[in-house]
């Protein structure tokens, strides 16, 4: 199964990489397939690549659900 993931940009690192913060976590990724980013925007993370800006409601929401799956899981 495939997992993508909310994260928000912090940083461009250069022309085609930003550094986002996911859940604490400072990771580089590929922005060659969404447009603009900007410190601050919201993405879906998958495979080292942001895959679709969110909003902060949309990756809040996000995270609600991968952590509710995760406390079920983890019963």
Do not use: Y
Not at 19 to 48: C, E, F, K, Q, Y
């Amino acid at each position: 199964m495939c997992l993508a993931v909310p994260a928000k940009v912090v940083s461009r690192a250069d022309a085609s990489t930003v550094t986002v913060d996911l859940h604490g976590n400072r990771v580089a990724v590929s922005d060659m397939l969404v447009d603009a980013l900007v410190p601050g925007d919201w993405v879906l993370i998958h495979a080292g690549f942001a895959i679709q800006k969110l909003s902060a409601t949309e990756a809040a929401a996000t995270w609600a659900v991968l952590e509710e799956v995760t406390d079920v899981k983890g019963s």
